[in-house]
């Protein structure tokens, strides 16, 4: 199993660097920061440009693979983001770009004034992804969908470069059904659960549904802080915690960089412990 480390775009660069470098000396295997425009749990904190900072985070690393957790449709149009995520690969190197992406929710979509219902969006996120995955390889590219229309978009930097794995966030069926068709992985952040046992109980059931759905032998991507106790609170915790996700069939969780307030509330030296575990995990 592989962990990753999740960065909030709330620090200046002269904070973050250190930390990404980190990341990767520490021996994580991905490192992730969040896209919205303002994320709920921090409505107050400052907020960097999700691929201007991962751009910047390829600067300072040579190794990890690094990802959007989540991107969505609420504020990206498919082609200017494929531009976006191909020049990203360019600064990075082959093979280091993910982009993690899902449907959307309400906070970022109502700071644009948009409305849709929970249908809609899941309609929209499908022709979103498919068109996302063309723009990243196809040159030239025309689409003329419900939701998005392209008329002799060029790529011809994507065309010839590896493109980014494209790793699909989803709950429901439809989702699960699209992260199957189209995508390299598929993530979650679980259901429910208004304590620990009750949100892994969640997490089985998803894990379930995927396989049911004949999903597999798909990438499996789990925030583990998306639960109801954060996983840094000691290392022993957090241990267990990555163990039970290995059992339901995880290849990959993300972890988040503690903060020394909510949400995230942590010490770096748990990080820094759980680090040192991490040979034996795989």
Not at 82 to 104: F, K, N
Request: net charge negative; proline share 7%; glycine share 10%.
């Amino acid at each position: 199993m592989r962990v990753g480390v999740c960065i909030l775009p709330e620090y200046a660069w002269a904070e973050a660097a250190p930390r990404w470098r980190a990341v990767e000396e520490l021996g994580f295997d991905h490192g992730w920061t969040y896209d919205h425009l303002v994320w709920s749990g921090l409505p107050d904190a400052p907020w960097h440009s999700t691929v201007v900072t991962l751009t910047a985070a390829a600067t300072v690393t040579d190794r990890i693979p690094l990802g959007t957790w989540v991107a969505s449709p609420n504020f990206r149009h498919p082609v200017p983001f494929a531009r976006d995520l191909v020049s990203l690969t360019d600064v990075a190197g082959p093979g280091r770009v993910i982009c993690a992406i899902g449907s959307g929710g309400d906070t970022d979509a109502e700071l644009l004034g948009e409305q849709l219902s929970r249908g809609e969006r899941t309609r929209r996120f499908g022709e979103f992804v498919g068109l996302l995955r063309r723009a990243l390889v196809e040159d030239p590219l025309n689409h003329s969908g419900p939701r998005y229309t392209v008329h002799g978009y060029r790529n011809l930097a994507g065309a010839a470069a590896e493109p980014p794995r494209v790793v699909v966030a989803a709950t429901g069926p439809r989702g699960m059904r699209l992260a199957i068709e189209q995508g390299d992985g598929w993530a979650t952040t679980g259901i429910g659960g208004d304590d620990n046992e009750a949100w892994w109980q969640g997490v089985r059931q998803l894990t379930e549904s995927l396989d049911e759905a004949g999903g597999r032998s798909l990438d499996r991507y789990l925030s583990i802080d998306a639960g109801p106790e954060f996983s840094l609170q000691s290392k022993e915790f957090c241990l267990d915690q990555l163990g039970r996700a290995a059992e339901l069939g995880f290849t990959d969780v993300v972890l988040h960089w503690p903060r020394p307030t909510d949400p995230y509330r942590g010490s770096e030296q748990v990080l820094e412990a759980v680090a040192a575990e991490l040979p034996r995990l795989r």
